[in-house]
Nanobody
Framework: VQLVESGGASVRAGGSLTLSCTNS????????MGWFRQAPGGPREGVAT???????TYADFVKGRFTISKDKAKNTLYLQMNSLKPEDTAMYCC????????????????WGQGTQVTVS
């Protein structure tokens, strides 16, 4: 399984970005997928998850600002980020679990390399 993120950039506070996560040979639709982030020197944080049923989970610090979604036809996972803040600056990674349903931000087995988001 190879997950590849894209869409990271440098933006001003209040701006928006959409991150994408694609892969070959691993159907996003059937598994729990998630976005995580890690700022320099900080711990990895769960941002959002979506499971096979489409059930969504968000970290409190992104609720109302970020939206996770899947495009079955493109086998792509997205993270729409609005109202970005400097504290959102981090490397954002997508991840996949081996199960169809998410157990919070745990039990993710496959990880992408990440895409950098910088908010100033």
């Amino acid at each position: 399984v190879q997950l590849v993120e894209s869409g990271g950039a440098s933006v001003r506070a209040g701006g928006s970005l959409t991150l994408s996560c694609t892969n070959s040979g691993f159907p996003h639709e059937n598994y729990c997928m998630g976005w995580f982030r890690q700022a320099p020197g900080g711990p990895r944080e769960g941002v959002a998850t979506v499971d096979k049923r489409g059930e969504l989970t968000y970290a409190d610090f992104v609720k109302g600002r970020f939206t996770i979604s899947k495009d079955k036809a493109k086998n792509t996972l997205y993270l729409q980020m609005n109202s970005l803040k400097p504290e959102d600056t981090a490397m954002y990674c997508c991840a996949a679990a081996r199960s169809a349903y998410c157990g919070g931000f745990s039990h993710f087995s496959y990880w992408g390399q990440g895409t950098q988001v910088t908010v100033s």
